[in-house]
């Protein structure tokens, strides 16, 4: 008696530990195939709640709208009134048909008539779901129902074709036995996959986003990648983000999930492994324009390289420079740092042009840890490089820099420690970045972007965690009392 009162506790335990961490994925997970590559949830009510409707509506400045025009833009800006169900997250996925991509944008339907009423005005033509539960907007196919679901599919071709010199025709819409097809395409027996993907796709968040990493390297590499050793490293491997919109500011996690042989390589290689901010010591990063700090396993590379078969092509290219993959791991510490000053502008005369001009260059100081005499010789095949004939070389023991402005490594050069006041020494983590933005604010406004609020910083870290990498970066803006999806459309 007591052990079946055991096992009801047991189970009840599990069910409620399931509740709480599931994402509410599970119509999604029913649709999910061994084929799919990649899976992005956007959160409609998020969206809804945040996006700057009513200012949109009412901006006479900007959006010139016609009557009609005005009353589309309503409907479109308005999912809940049109008949979709915002209480349900919509989704794109991303399917792998052969040598194709199939791409299917997947969402509920509360009110059927509504919508097929709003969306005929949106978009000028007869939205009608048909007897056969297909969806058309006037003679054009362009989705299918089933009970509440509506899915929209295209298919274009793999985009590495390119690469091989084969035309890609533009995405096209898919036919009618694709949908009858799709409404019984088998559910992937996976578990562990379909618990990766749940996890990946968050729930509170404002979009997230999921991608295999084997499936799009085998992809990529039309299924060669499976021919080698390191596909048992890669397999099962995803990768995930999500993004969120918040007052003033935009945040975006990742995370990456690795099987279980790919996770013990990366703890053995890792190991109590972090930044070491020694190598910025003497790198004045408080004028810097942007900077980055970090580390990477050279050694975790080099088991990479041999598993992938390419460590004797490598090591073939190298043995003209009287090097090798081996002395490259062995010379150097795997710590770095590139550190962005902006630009240098000077007028150079030439002789045979008779013609004065202004040479932008950038101004920077890129910084690795040195195994000491172990990475002089590679030190040395950098000093003989004519293409970096123009730069300035430091090396000491610890640190190889190469610069072009000799102001931005004075303080090296003297010995002396720079105060460092941007550089936010955070523990346990493999890598953090920082940049003031002005690139981002000058790109936006070549675009003519509405944005007023101006993006005061760029901030990213990353770590490693019991085999799994992640990282967060966050985009902060000038201005903190609204939504940044208003900063970014300009209403403030």
Not at 112 to 126: A, E, H, P, W, Y
């Amino acid at each position: 008696m007591k052990k079946s009162i055991y096992k009801l506790l047991a189970l009840l335990v599990s069910f409620l530990f399931i509740s709480c961490n599931s994402n509410g994925n599970d119509d999604l997970l029913d649709i999910t195939t061994d084929n799919t590559l990649a899976v992005v949830k956007l959160n409609l009510e998020n969206f809804e709640k945040k996006f700057p409707i009513e200012k949109m509506l009412k901006d006479s400045t900007r959006l010139k709208f016609s009557e009609k025009e005005k009353e589309k833009a309503e409907l479109l800006l308005n999912a809940e009134k049109n008949g979709i169900d915002i209480d349900k997250p919509a989704y794109i996925i991303v399917d792998s048909d052969k040598n194709k991509l199939v791409s299917s944008f997947v969402l509920w339907i509360a009110d059927k008539n509504l919508f097929q009423t709003n969306f005929s005005k949106i978009v000028d033509r007869k939205v009608k779901i048909d007897g056969k539960s297909f969806l058309y907007a006037g003679e054009t196919l362009i989705g299918t129902v089933k009970d509440d679901m509506l899915v929209m599919s295209t298919t274009m071709e793999n985009p590495i074709n390119s690469s091989y010199g084969v035309y890609n025709r533009a995405p096209e819409n898919v036919s009618e036995a694709f949908y009858k097809e799709f409404w019984d395409r088998k559910k992937t027996e996976n578990e562990e996959l379909l618990n990766q993907i749940d996890q990946s796709l968050k729930k509170d968040m404002d979009s997230s986003a999921w991608f295999n990493i084997h499936g799009f390297v085998s992809l990529a590499s039309k299924g060669y990648i499976e021919t080698l050793a390191i596909n048992k490293l890669l397999l099962g491997s995803g990768f995930a983000m999500n993004v969120n919109f918040e007052e003033g500011q935009i945040v975006a996690n990742s995370e990456t999930y690795f099987n279980d042989e790919m996770k013990e390589i990366v703890k053995k290689y890792y190991k109590d492994k972090n930044i070491n901010y020694e190598i910025l010591k003497s790198i004045d990063v408080d004028k810097a324009k942007s900077f980055m700090i970090g580390y990477i396993s050279l050694d975790f590379v080099k088991y990479f390289i041999k598993e992938a078969g390419f460590e004797a092509t490598i090591n073939n290219v190298l043995a003209s420079r009287d090097i090798s993959l081996e002395e490259i791991v062995n010379g150097f510490t795997g710590d770095y740092a590139f550190v962005s000053f902006g630009d240098v502008k000077q007028q150079v005369y030439d002789e045979f042009l008779d013609y004065t001009y202004e040479k932008v260059t950038p101004n920077f100081a890129f910084v690795l840890g040195k195994n000491g005499a172990k990475g002089t010789k590679i030190v040395d095949q950098f000093r003989g490089d004519y293409s970096l004939k123009d730069n300035i070389f430091y090396t000491n023991k610890d640190l190889f820099v190469l610069a072009n402005d000799p102001k931005s490594i004075e303080l090296l050069q003297n010995k002396k420690t720079a105060e460092n006041k941007k550089l936010d020494e955070k523990s346990g983590i493999t890598s953090y970045s920082w940049t003031s933005g002005e690139e981002l604010n000058l790109a936006m406004s070549k675009a003519n972007a509405p944005s007023k609020a101006k993006i005061v910083s760029v901030v990213s870290e990353s770590k490693m965690n019991d085999g799994n990498a992640s990282g967060q970066v966050i985009i902060s803006f000038d201005k903190k009392d609204k939504n940044a999806i208003s900063y970014l459309m300009g209403y403030e």
